[in-house]
């Protein structure tokens, strides 16, 4: 789940920093080039998150990851001869208070390995592109690609989409001419995965019925209404948890039990343990960039292992994975940078441009070289498991549905 909870796009100003990625740049002791954030016995990572608003498990989750990251390094010596250190900024989700919180972090870090949210990135863009200050945003929609600063890691939401178009095709009977449902949050999240639904419905013969909620819609009784009398004979969903739960526990309820994709951000394992829990384990399935939680990947299997010892209590869930995944790419950006002689932020987010298959062993390899495009074009299938650790496991393994390359050659300029 992450952070596309992205999709509650607020209004927000242009904003100001206080960095300036020119300044205070020079040589270290051991010759490696500093900047903003690198001393020769640190360096400093920024998390702008949220641990106070709707996203507060999530954001608890990541940072817990990041930091247990961070510890695991500086326990083998840290990176570049340097201790990292993470400086953590709540932002409840709030886009005002970010901007405060990026201001005020910005002069004093290199690199930001977490930022939750969207409308949270919208208003901060032209800020880290202007600091030449590598982001890894826990948002995932294709409007943040074409930056250098900027790295969408995994696919983005319309990819994803299409690929959810696929598993239905393939596996749920769906055929020529019949309408699949697609309800959406309004905003960048939404908009992005419909625009891959759509076009990979168009491609595979099938209609579409939209139905835009806002983040505030809980009660999706009327959206189920309208789909079933528009016939639908499946139904995607990119929005939260909340609303996913609805979408299906209504849609059983109320004798439309049609297959029901969702957009990585759309479950949580807490879903598992309210009433709509026999409704998602029939009818739900999830299309994410990631594995499973509960994946036997040897370098996920270590990370969760990892986590439980060190937070005993704290749910292991995709926040966890895709936390971890982030700072770990982000440590292969500053270890490359470092071999290349500077640490400063231009040259970090060069060090990471240069790389074009990454693969830390949570998932799929990335390729971040071209930043108008995706990082990786492959997608897992999951399954809803109450028993399962993250009460999730992989239905299908990463792969690149049908039409993939097509659809990202026709929006290439």
Not at 19 to 42: E, L, Q
Not at 54 to 62: H, Q
Not at 334 to 352: F, N, Q, T, Y
Request: proline fraction near 4%; glycine fraction near 10%.
């Amino acid at each position: 789940m992450t952070a596309a909870l992205a999709a509650l796009l607020l209004t927000a100003t242009g904003c100001s920093s206080k960095a300036d990625s020119s300044a205070n740049t020079g040589d270290g002791a051991d010759g490696v080039r500093t900047g903003p954030g690198v001393s020769d016995k640190a360096i400093r990572l920024g998390a702008l998150t949220d641990l106070t608003g709707p996203y507060a498990t999530l954001g608890k989750s990541i940072v817990q990851a990041q930091q247990m990251w961070a510890d695991e390094v500086n326990a083998r010596g840290g990176v570049c001869g340097r201790r990292v250190e993470i400086v953590v900024k709540d932002h409840g989700y709030d886009v005002q208070k970010a901007v405060t919180a990026y201001a005020d972090v910005s002069a004093d870090v290199v690199a930001l390995p977490q930022v939750i949210g969207s409308p949270v990135m919208a208003a901060l863009l032209d800020d880290i592109e202007r600091d030449k200050m590598l982001t890894f945003p826990q948002a995932w929609a294709a409007s943040l690609l074409g930056r250098d600063a900027v790295q969408v890691l995994g696919t983005t939401y319309d990819i994803d989409m299409i690929a959810a178009v696929d598993f239905l095709t393939r596996t749920k009977g769906l055929a020529k001419g019949d309408t699949v449902g697609h309800v959406y949050f309004e905003g960048d999240y939404g908009a992005n995965a419909l625009e891959g639904s759509r076009w990979a419905a168009k491609r595979a013969g099938l209609k579409i019925s939209a139905q835009k909620i806002k983040a505030t819609d809980t009660d999706l009784s009327a959206q189920v209404s309208a789909l079933r009398k528009a016939g639908v004979k499946a139904i995607l969903i990119s929005a939260g948890p909340a609303q996913t739960a609805s979408l299906v526990g209504v849609a059983a309820s109320r004798g439309l039990k049609v297959p029901v994709v969702s957009s990585a951000p759309g479950y949580a394992p807490q879903l598992m343990k309210t009433p709509a829990a026999p409704a998602l384990a029939a009818l739900l399935n999830v299309v994410s960039a990631a594995p499973a939680v509960s994946s036997d990947l040897p370098g996920v299997r270590k990370m969760a292992a990892s986590y439980k010892k060190k937070y005993p209590g704290s749910l292991v869930d995709s926040g966890v994975l895709s936390g971890y995944n982030a700072a770990q790419l982000m440590g292969t950006a500053l270890k490359k940078a470092c071999e290349s002689g500077s640490l400063a932020r231009e040259d970090v987010v060069e060090a990471h441009r240069s790389q074009s298959s990454v693969d830390v062993g949570l998932g799929t390899a990335q390729d971040f070289s071209d930043k108008s495009q995706p990082a990786s074009t492959s997608t897992y299938v999951h399954k809803p498991d109450a028993k399962a650790l993250g009460a999730v496991v992989n239905l299908e393994e990463a792969h690149t549905a049908p039409g993939v390359e097509d659809y990202l050659a026709s929006r290439t300029p």
